[in-house]
């Protein structure tokens, strides 16, 4: 599967990088905990994802680039969860947003060489596959209407609040994905702008966001944004995520300043995955347990 991700880049003339697994700073992001590692007097985390780095290689002039890199992510362990996966990671200059969604599902199944996906794939908006599963608008239902879409008991409703966010990352994870079918590609697109994390703003609809998820029957597999390129917007967001994390009595971590400052100087517009291929190697395998496809398991 390496080998036909390298052959893949390669053929469409995006060059290799390789950026540090070590830094001193880390994702906001307040779905994901970092791993610390300690060096001498200094305090340094394991990347959750190259994406910083690959940035401002991309602000710095870097022609299109991609990255097969391990990334680290605590408390994250389960069937399709480890907390040390192989990320594949890459970045195209002036693609909008269906180009990169196109060159994801190629790709996808062209690394796919024992699974037969049996039909085409399959996209919708994200308030569409709302509305189409659920009857609901996720852009505008209250607490209440996502609540019982969720089938939520009392202790679940106290547990995620009035967080709208979490209501609909669980309604997409458990009544949403697993409708999927398990023999096509499934791409969500344009979320909400609340959950825009570094990607733009549509221009067309500001109640969302250029980004999108592609999946495999109820598996995500990759996640994918037009970049956002305004550096006091994404400070802005850096900063909601620090308030969002010290709410939720998480490590606060703080803001990259040379992301910022590598905004400052100009990013160019530009498109960006990230497919973690553990997962997708476990899917073209058949089997239904990501521990089953990688040859040491943490601890081991």
């Known amino acids: 599967m390496l080998g036909r991700v390298r052959r893949f880049f390669a053929e469409n ?16 992001d307040p779905n994901i905990e970092s791993v610390a590692a300690r060096l001498s007097d200094r305090q340094l985390f394991l990347q959750t994802s190259p994406e910083h780095c690959m940035k401002r290689l991309l602000a710095a002039g870097y022609p299109d680039i991609y990255q097969v890199c391990s990334v680290y992510r605590d408390g994250e362990s389960g069937r399709r969860h480890l907390p040390e996966f192989t ?11 269906q ?3 196109q060159e994801t599902i190629d790709l996808v199944t ?3 060489v024992k699974k037969t996906l049996s039909k085409s794939p399959l996209l919708f908006t994200y308030a569409d596959i709302f509305t189409d599963t659920l009857s609901l608008d ?22 995620l ?19 999927f079918a398990a023999d096509r590609l499934t791409v969500v697109h344009h979320y909400p702008a609340s959950q825009a994390a ?4 549509c221009p067309h609809d500001d109640r969302v966001a250029d980004r999108f998820e592609l999946y495999c029957g109820e598996t995500e597999l990759a996640n994918g944004f037009v970049e956002l390129t305004n550096p006091d917007e994404q400070e802005k967001r850096f900063q909601s995520d620090q308030e969002k994390r010290e709410t939720r009595g998480l490590n606060n971590y ?3 300043a040379a992301l910022i400052d590598a905004l400052r100087s100009g990013l160019p517009p530009s498109a960006g995955v990230a497919l973690g291929l553990d997962r997708l190697l476990m899917i073209d395998e058949g089997q239904d347990d990501i521990r089953s496809v990688v040859t040491f398991t943490p601890g081991s």
């Open 13 to 28: 003339d995006v060059l290799e990088v390789n950026t540090p697994a070590l830094s001193c700073r880390t994702s906001t």
């Open 87 to 97: 990320m594949l990671e890459w970045y195209r200059r002036d693609v909008e947003l």
């Open 99 to 101: 180009a990169i969604i």
């Open 110 to 112: 062209e690394l796919m």
């Open 138 to 159: 996720p852009l505008t239902a209250d607490i209440e209407i996502l609540a019982k879409a969720a089938d939520a008991d009392q202790r679940l409703t106290e547990s």
């Open 161 to 179: 609040g009035d967080d709208r966010d979490a209501w609909l990352d669980l309604i997409m994870a458990s009544r949403i994905a697993p409708s």
């Open 198 to 201: 570094l990607a733009r703003i």
């Open 254 to 256: 703080e803001i990259d």
